[in-house]
């Protein structure tokens, strides 16, 4: 019998292809909160939500299949990896009459119907929607979100779905619905009440080979922003502020700029508190964040103008802001060993790398910094090369791991870690290659001391290296 289902909404049973990546994990939440059957699939390899999704009770199946559609869902969710359209169980269920969607477009559905708060730019997206998520929440706006991200730590959760609530919280990601196969930007779907772009540059070269492309794409999203709408732009950025003279939506600007909407006057941090002081259209605002980062100060000020236009009274606009403790893999402080402070970042673009390190140096005024970098995507690499290699200033010591190729590319023999280290090296005195994960643990425990801290940085497989140093570490105890 052939399903008749066009909304994730009306499913009775979803199978979610690919359900550990972080934007389908926090989806099959959304739907879990709706009582809908979840099945899913997904590679063996260890990701970060394989946790999250255990700890909310979801379980899925290793590998791909027709057999994995066997009881028959009546509604299969795709993403554009693990060969999207071409998934054998996307084809399967074509074959069966079992409708397919992409993540791009289920997320769409599930924000239908409720005013859609959406977070766009390169670097920031998750860390914004985190904020606003935590913020309606805290403040018992009951708003539905979904970030991709493996926790929102506040929360317990990266995906929710609330239906006494009116607001919808997510990110607008430009890249590829599936690569190759429809190239159109993810946030197509998506129609905005509240738009948040906190920046814009040059990102996934292999879907935008110029700017002028990314920038051209961001423009006509901005411009579905309604009326009764806001965009919250960020015009500390140069390409940010060219894109707001060029719409006419209502906007409202953000940042340390003279002349924002809402300028930030002033951030004194201690013991890792950034006491921060807004103005924003004549009226003050004082509040404590507890995540590092002058770029964090930025992230919480856009929540705040949001949630502002979302009718949050000044208290509660503290209150929230204040709830706010951080996400997985965001400046996330991992652990404390033999007096080494270690911290994780997804960051794997130039500009995020160098705020990242930056944050740290803030909190970390007086320790030595080891930074450890798995570049992502050869793509990006070649095209970012020399960006890249200026971007570790803050660091004492960095350590640059081999690329971490995407399933979407073939290698690339012209660009490679190795010249990266050589290009790092005019600009650092300290860069040393490492190679894969093995070879990383053994520059590790080498090269550092009690005192420093140390972070990893990159959205490949970079995070195993802790649970890998800890095995090594008891094992040496022993």
Known sequence: ????????????????????????????????????????????????????LTNHGLTWLKGFSAENLNPKPDLVIFTGAHGGFNNPEVVEAQKLGIPTMSHAQALGEFAKGKELITVGGVGGKTTIASMVSTMLSTTGKHPSFAVGVGDIKALGTPGRYDKEGKYFVTEADEFAISHGIDNRPRFTFQNPKVLILPNL???????????????????????????DGLLVACIDNANVRELVKNTKVPVQTYGFSEDADCKITSVEIENQIANTTLLHRGVEHKFSLNVPGRFNVLNATTSIVACSFLDLTQEELKKGIESYTGCQRRIE???????????DDYAHHPTEIH?????????????????????????????????????????NKVAIMDIYASAREEKDPTVNSQKLVEETKKYHNDVHFTGGHETTIEFLTKNTQKGDVVVTIGAGDIFHIWDELTNKHLNNDQ
């Open 201 to 227: 540059e040059h990102d996934h070269p292999d879907i935008y080979p110029n700017f002028e492309d990314t920038k051209r794409v961001f423009l006509e999203f901005i411009n579905r922003v309604p009326a």
């Open 333 to 343: 402080k991992v652990r404390e060993l033999d007096g080494i402070t270690y911290y």
């Open 355 to 395: 705020a990242v390190l930056s944050a740290l140096r803030d909190w970390y005024p007086d320790r030595p910094i080891v930074a450890i970098f798995q570049p992502h995507t050869y793509s990006r690499t070649k095209v970012l090369f020399e960006e890249f290699s200026k971007s570790f200033g803050n660091a």
């Open 1 to 52: 019998m052939t399903s008749n289902v066009t909304s994730p909404l009306e499913a009775n049973h979803i199978h979610f292809v690919g359900i550990k990546g972080v934007g389908m994990t926090a989806l099959a939440l959304c739907a879990k909160d709706l009582g809908i059957k979840i099945t899913g699939s997904d590679v063996e390899e260890v990701f970060v939500t394989d946790s999250t």
